[in-house]
């Protein structure tokens, strides 16, 4: 065989490899989901994100057509979760809930995670903090909380869903505009941080009114201020932080995200079963019995928010004592 018999052999087959891969590829972006699809949660069972998160999979299931399962896994303030997800092979069968943590970590130098390591596949609510204390504690009101604490410097213990988080940081960005001395008190979720408050061990708590709805009900725990710019539709009788004189709102947020990589063909199947999901009438039903405010973006909407988001909270961190 002459040498450009032996070129063209070798480009013919080169061009019959490329045509295969490609209609491979093709063909699996078609049969696209053919198996599980699972989602990683980086907080703890029982929480918010794990309750939405939940809700959002079984209502995703009809759309795709395989099972979506929750795998839970904490650490680091949502950060051992998040690189999971980030990590994971960007084959559209991993996706992950990401919190506002998600914009916040690398700020506080806790992971290298940044909103760009991830393809977007929605945003579906919006949940300010909440300064949630036991029904019999000495304080009625969030004035007389914070008196309280000026009058105890150090004494009030403050339990968040774990350093760093959003709960930690909207405790700090209070104490911080209320002039208070408190101490932080991390967990592996807000749902551990709730049931450490309910058996007396911590003080109060700054996380969502979904996650102490239960002991709010039960009469075991009382909210003295939300954190939004309004007051939250949960509850209805309670004032925000601005309306009692401290200029400060801190809210989280939550949606669903791909490893950076996922096909088109995969994101977009799957960003058309998420917003069905979101506009169900199990998951609205959620929403208003959880006290969350719904707020749906797209894709590349919620990117650019979470990207925003970013940007805000690199220049608050360095402005609040974490003191943790």
């Given amino acids: 065989m002459n040498k450009k018999v032996s070129v063209f052999m070798m480009v013919f087959f080169a061009l019959i490899l490329t045509a295969c891969s490609s209609s491979s590829s093709n063909s699996e972006a078609a049969n696209y989901p053919d198996d599980q699809v699972e989602v990683i949660v980086p907080f703890a069972s029982g929480g918010s994100s794990d309750l939405v998160s939940r809700t959002i999979a079984t209502e995703m299931e009809s759309g795709l057509g395989v099972p979506v399962t929750i795998t839970n896994k904490t650490g680091g303030s949502g950060a051992t979760g998040m690189l999971a997800v980030k990590n994971a092979q960007s084959d559209g069968y991993t996706l992950g809930y990401v919190p506002v943590e998600m914009s916040m970590l690398d700020g506080l130098g806790l992971a290298d995670i940044k909103p760009d390591d991830f393809e977007y596949i929605g945003q579906l609510m919006t949940i300010p903090a909440a300064i949630t204390v036991p029904a019999d504690a000495p304080y009625d009101t969030i004035e007389d909380f914070v008196q309280y604490a000026k009058d105890n410097p150090g004494e009030i213990q403050i339990g968040n869903s774990g350093a760093g988080s959003i709960w930690h940081i909207a405790a700090a960005a209070f104490a911080q505009e209320a002039d208070v001395d408190v101490e932080y ?56 932080m601005k309306e009692s004189g401290y200029d400060v709102s801190v809210a989280g947020w939550g949606g669903f995200v791909a490893p950076k990589g996922t096909p088109e063909e995969a994101l977009k199947k799957l960003r058309e079963s998420f917003k069905e999901a979101s506009d169900s009438d199990k998951f609205q039903k959620l929403m208003e019995d959880r006290g969350m405010i719904p707020a749906y973006k797209e894709g590349e909407e919620f990117k650019a928010y979470a990207e925003e988001q970013y940007d805000y909270f690199n220049e608050l961190i360095p402005t609040i004592e974490l003191n943790q």
Avoid: Q
């Fill in 185 to 240: 008190v991390p967990y592996e979720g807000a749902a551990p941080a709730v049931t450490a408050l309910m058996g007396g061990h911590i003080s109060a708590v700054a996380v969502s009114p979904s996650e102490v709805s239960a002991g709010v009900a039960s009469g075991d725990l009382k909210v003295l201020a939300v954190m939004g710019d309004e007051r939250d539709p949960s509850l209805p009788d309670t004032p925000t």
